[in-house]
Structure formats: C-alpha cells, structure tokens
C-alpha cells in the first residue's frame, strides 16, 4: 500500500472524538515507511483539524465528503458547492417536515435552533445508553458544538439569496426513519445532489462531484498512487464511494453491515484501535 485513507468518527476517532495513541502511533509508523496518508471526512476542516494537532500529525484532508480538500499546510484545493436551488429545495423539505438542519458554507456552520439539536442528541444518547445518568449524556452530547462552530440564524432564505454565501453541504437530523425518508423522497436523479449518511439519524446532501470516492481517486492520481495501491477505512454510507474503488476497502468492527458487507477485509472497533490494527497489518 501507498496511500491510506480514513475517515473520522466512528473510525479515527473514539466514542469521545478523540484519536488513540495506538492509532496516532501506526499513523506515524505509515508515513515513516513512506506511505501517504490522508483523512476523509464529513467534518469541516476546522474540526477535522483539530483531533490530528492534539496527537500531532499534519495530514492533507479530504472534508465536508469530498467538497472541500485541504494540503497539510491547510491551503484549500478544491471547492464543490451545491447549487443554490438545491440547497433551498433541501431547506424546504427540513422545514416542512420540522426535522433539524445544518448548512456548512464557506462562511461557517449555520444552524436553526442549537437547544433543539441538542434535544434530539440527548434522546438518542439516553435511549442507547439508560445505564448513563442525564448529566453524563449531556457533557458528552455538548462535544457535537465543542467540535463545529455553529452561526444560530432563523434567516435561510435570506442567507441563500446572498451571492456571497457557497453551500458545501447539508445535513439533515431526526430520530424517526420515515421523516428523514420523507426529506430525502422528493430529490431524483436529476437532481443535482447525492444524498449519503454517516448515522442512521441523519442525512447528508452534497453535490454529485462532491464525494469521498471521486476526491480520494482525484488526490491519488496527483500523487501518482494506483488505487490498487490505496487501503481506506470507514464505517458508513458516506464512506462507501472510497471503499469502493480502493485495492484495500477496510469496514471497522462497528461499521454499518451494509459497509461490512461491501468490504474485503474487515478490523476491530474504533474504540479498539482499529485503525492502528489495519495499518500494522499491512506494515
């Protein structure tokens, strides 16, 4: 392998958003050994950022799924918004199905309602976890907005209209399956989006061009790396178009089994280095 990828949550990182010493350790070990490695992520650049400087690695990153891809040194490559249509259809579809939204532009996070996404947070947390008291599930839901910087605003419509503002993704929120169905219903293929996930709380809309799989291949091809030569990591939907087109598409033990099904080769849970275990495997 020459070049490896990964995603963040659910991957990278562990339940409390953080990289292991483990895998900040086998990270290392890969690019000692002359591999290139790169993250792949839904995140912004900003909170991808953040958890490879606490462990001290520079890694080129691929964010917002493949809308943006940022050099080590954080200067930005590629640029894939949405069309502004899109985005106001997307809007509408959250707004009349009262399910939570965030829009990621390239003037920051804007949210509608922060004390409602907490809300619906704390009754995924507590109803996955009801050995855990609610102080603990709050502290922990408080790392979403300890990870983004959010911008509160009930102005979309008018945060659309203006020229200025570029739509690099949505994101969509809710707990019951059949409103997020509902939201994502209405958009066909000819609508210029590709609707992914990396939760089954969630939606995420990005443009077509914007996915892990075409930046991934578009980033090895300019390093001069065979995707055969290339080993990714995920553990959902939003990772697959990488998983895909890889020599080596590994699924985490905690993977959706959609993605476990789709992967060659498999390793353990993020909360178990599974990261570090992929790596020294092919070490």
Excluded: W
């Amino acid at each position: 392998m020459k070049l490896i990828a990964t995603d963040l949550d659910g991957t990278l990182l562990n339940e409390n958003g953080e990289i292991s010493i483990e895998n900040a350790t086998a990270i290392k070990k890969a690019i000692d050994a002359g591999i290139q490695v790169v993250v792949a992520t839904g995140r912004s650049y900003s909170a991808a950022n953040k958890p490879l400087q606490q462990v001290g690695l520079n890694c080129p990153i691929i964010c917002l799924n493949g809308a943006n891809v940022y050099t080590e040194n954080g200067e930005r490559l590629s640029n894939i918004p949405l069309s502004k249509s899109i985005s106001k259809k997307i809007l509408h579809q959250c707004q009349v199905n009262n399910t939570y939204f965030e829009l990621y532009t390239n003037q920051g996070i804007y949210s509608p309602d922060r004390a409602k996404f907490m809300d619906v947070l704390l009754n995924i947390m507590l109803s996955a976890n009801p050995d855990i008291t609610r102080e603990e599930v709050e502290e922990r839901a408080a790392l979403r907005f300890q990870e983004e910087e959010f911008k509160i605003t009930d102005d979309f419509e008018g945060l659309l209209a203006d020229e200025n503002i570029e739509v690099f993704k949505a994101l969509a929120f809710c707990l019951e399956a059949d409103t997020l169905e509902k939201v994502k219903t209405p958009f066909t293929d000819a609508d210029n989006v590709v609707i992914t996930s990396s939760g089954f709380d969630n939606l995420e809309f990005n443009h077509p061009e914007a996915q892990k799989g075409i930046a991934l291949s578009i980033f090895a091809a300019e390093k001069g790396i065979a995707l055969k030569d290339t080993m990714a990591l995920g553990d959902n939907y939003n990772d697959l178009s990488m998983l895909k087109i890889v020599g080596r598409g590994v699924a985490m033990g905690n993977a959706e089994e959609g993605i476990k099904a789709t992967c060659d080769y498999h390793t353990v849970t993020n909360n178990e280095h599974g990261v570090a275990k992929a790596i020294e495997a092919i070490l």
